[in-house]
């Protein structure tokens, strides 16, 4: 954690959520504080929203497009806009009418849940974990597929967070994985690495296994995002993200504006400025 005066990092999290998200009570201003650069917040969009007991989580955009537009003005445009679609077949319609006429910087694309329940909630942990990757995986696929206009594919580990899947589990479901990203490829998405699924619920190493299979199949379109639902995750364990990313010869990122990718250097985000 910084204190202040101290040097900070020029990071961009492309993954984050403040009080507009229900989850969260983080504040923009608080954010602002962690970085000299640009900030994107990115939303919650879930329909009938099992972790919210069924209920629509929508953001409002009106309010989060006003609160945005003031604070920039202050803060000299600093801060960017985007939205996490959790995406349901049954939702679909929906989600494109809410889409409709809104202009956001960034798409996430997500799978929270099945229709039924959120992968999060406890009666997931009683299921086999080879039933829940069925499962997860070609919800997975079917979103990549069907979704249109998402720019970058979260994560992929969502639907398993609860369990310890070992490198060798995840080999068994090779085929399908490589479908995910393959697709992630076709439709020039970036491919997260979430880094609280990482160093958080400890799933490093099958982000290892997916980086090789995306470089080998030729994806190179990364998003480095921490799901932080307040600072104390703000860019959480991004030296190790960035580490891994050029190890396997990575050199920048895939940032967002008005869904227009460009490429963030890795040596840019390492800097540190006063
Ligand atoms: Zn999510
Ligand atoms: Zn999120």
Do not use: C
């Not at 996490?84 to 809104?102: M, R, V």
């Not at 039933?131 to 997860?136: G, L, P, R």
């Not at 990575?250 to 040596?267: A, D, W």
């Amino acid at each position: 954690m910084r204190s202040g005066g101290d040097a900070i990092m020029t990071r961009y999290d492309q993954h984050m959520h403040t009080f507009f998200s229900s989850d969260s009570s983080e504040k923009f201003e608080n954010y602002l504080k962690q970085t000299p650069g640009l900030v994107v917040t990115t939303e919650h969009l879930d329909f009938n929203d099992h972790y919210m007991g069924g209920e629509d989580t929508i953001l409002d955009y009106e309010k989060y497009s006003v609160t945005i537009d003031q604070l920039n003005e202050k803060h000299g445009n600093r801060i960017r806009k985007g939205i996490e679609i959790g995406y349901t077949k049954e939702s679909y319609d929906q989600i494109q009418d809410y889409l409709k006429g809104k202009e956001f910087d960034v798409q996430l694309l997500s799978v929270h849940q099945n229709g039924e329940y959120d992968f999060l909630q406890p009666i997931v942990k009683e299921k086999n974990v080879e039933d829940v990757m069925n499962e997860y995986f070609p919800l997975l696929l079917e979103a990549a597929t069907n979704f249109p206009t998402a720019n970058v594919l979260t994560h992929f580990d969502y639907g398993i967070r609860l369990f310890d899947v070992s490198v060798e589990e995840l080999q068994g479901h090779e085929s399908i994985l490589k479908q995910v990203l393959q697709k992630v490829i076709d439709k020039q998405m970036a491919f997260e690495l979430n880094t609280r699924s990482m160093y958080q619920y400890g799933n490093v190493a099958l982000y290892e296994q997916m980086i090789e299979w995306y470089v080998a199949l030729g994806g190179k379109l990364f998003s480095l995002g921490s799901d932080a639902h307040s600072i104390d995750y703000y860019a959480y364990h991004f030296d190790d993200a960035i580490a891994l990313l050029e190890k396997n010869s990575v050199s920048s990122v895939t940032i967002f504006e008005k869904q227009q990718s460009t490429q963030l250097p890795l040596s840019e985000m390492k800097k540190n400025v006063k």
